[in-house]
Structures are given as C-alpha cells and as structure tokens.
C-alpha cells in the first residue's frame, strides 16, 4: 500500500515536473519559429546529415548542430540563439546574413584585434546598494553573488597579468547603468564583462545564460517577434564580431563538460552592452530562484569554480585572436 502511495504521488510530482519543465521552456520554443526572411544566404558549411530535427555540419574544428526551423545552433556542444529561425528553400538551408556574419562566423573564424600582452579589463559586478538585484528563496542578495564572483574573477585575470578594475568593490555603492559602462570608458578597457544572477517565476529553471548586444534591426532572443526591433547602431555595435567571439569563449568555458546546464548565448539590448566602449557581455551566472542552484551560490568552492571558468574564457579569447 505504502510503495502504491509513494508511486502515486511520484507520479503526480513528475507531472508536475515535466508540466512545469514544457510550460518554462515554452517560451523558447515557441518564441523560436521565426524564419528567415528575405535576404537570406546559404549555410556556409558543407551538411552532413541530418538526425532528429537538426541539421549537422562540421570542420576540422567545429562540429555545428542546426536545429530546423528554429534560432537553435550549437556549435561543439555549446548552444547560440541566432536572431532568426532558419529555412529550406530548393533544398538549400538558408539563413539571415546577419547571423552568419555576425554569430556563426566570428565562432568558426575569430576575429583579428591588435592582441596586447596585458589587457585592461573592467569587471562589473550587477546591483549594489539599495539595488539588491534578484534575491534567492533564503533572501540571498543577488548583489553579494554578482560582486563574490567579480572578486575571485579579479584576482585569476591579475595573475594571468591582466589589469582589472571594477565597477565597485563593497555592496554598499550603488551605481547607475550608464556609469557602469562609463568606466569602462573613462579606462579605455578592452573588456566589459558584467555579471549577474537570474531570477525565474518558477524553482526548476537553472543554467547558465550569456548575453551579446543584439544587432541592429535585429529582434532580442527574449522578444523574438517584435515588430519594431530597434535599428540604432549603438556603441557596443561597433564591436558585433567581438562581442559574438568572447560570448562564445566564455560561455562555452562556463557550460562545458559542467553541470550547470546551458541555457545558451542570448542577444539583449541591455544598457550596460549597449553603452560599452569595447567588446561586452553579460553572464547571469545560475538562477537565485532555484534551490538548487541557490545551494551552490552558497558555496565558496562554486563561487570559485565559476570564476575559474570565466577566467578560462577570457583567456580563450585573447588565444583566439590572430
Ligand atoms: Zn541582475
């Protein structure tokens, strides 16, 4: 009778699990079925097959998954949101140029910047004084992760010999959004890199997301079907392929061979990418509102461990530059 019980209610439990796991993701999925309109051009990759609704290609670096009809790509593992779903036309899969241009192939082929052996890298630290951000089910402020995270970040990419400044260093300043960038401007940095943790209506959501300045006239991954995306080639814009290269490295350093689930690289128009003087993102680095994520925050050994991985894609980055 007891088991019968405890199977009953596992059952309704995993109904509402998977209930709740469909109805979070919805969002995505549904938001995803936006094709490409003209002009469009051809998959610059030679297909390989195609399994279980994606679309496979590879080079001798890259293996890249596209999920038909959807902004889905992974590229080794690690998931991207194109700003438009892709499509078939005469057999050829086709795609907006801005994607290929701009998100595929800053991956496949990073861009050249004037490499210096030590670079000036401004860490900034979400919220701060009465702006808690996000807080977890046991009201952890999301302003204490964001600025724990940029310490142990800062003290890795100095000993790497990098120059790090931060936006602000105690919980207690508070900063506008324009003046975050600003620094970055006031320094001449030559990275941005603001962090955040996330926060959801639900307790399951959990993972790791990576935001990139969306592209001019392009609709943000979190409002796929707006009619009037904004055209305006904000200053972040300048750096587009730059942005796409250190998403990649970063985010794929943070969701590989890691428990933490990928939630993938999103485009936002966030004020702080928007404004920034050098190539950007955004890291909101797990969800305060899972509890079990919440569980990690609370340990210095993820705290590091996530800072670690950050480190290990900035560096990545700087390898990739020609
Ligand atoms: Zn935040």
Redesign the pocket.
Known sequence: MYILELLCKARVQFGIYIFLAVFSACPYILKADVYVEAPWVEFPLTLVNQTNGFFNAANHNYRVKVKEKSRLVEINGTTLWFHNGNDTHDEKLRFHPDDIQYILNPVLEPPPIAAAKKQLIVLDP??GGDDT??LSVSKIA??TV?LAIAKRLKLKLEKWGHEVIMTRDSDEQSLSLDERPGIAENESANLFISL????AGNEISRGIETFCLSLPGQRSTNDPKSQNPDQKNWPGNKFNLENSWLAYTVHHSLVRHSSFGDRGIKRARFRVLKLAPCPAILI?CGFLSSKEDEQFFLKDSYLDYIAQRIANGVQAYFKGLK
């Open positions: 979400g919220h951000g996000a999301e302003k964001n955040h943790a996330n926060k909101e």
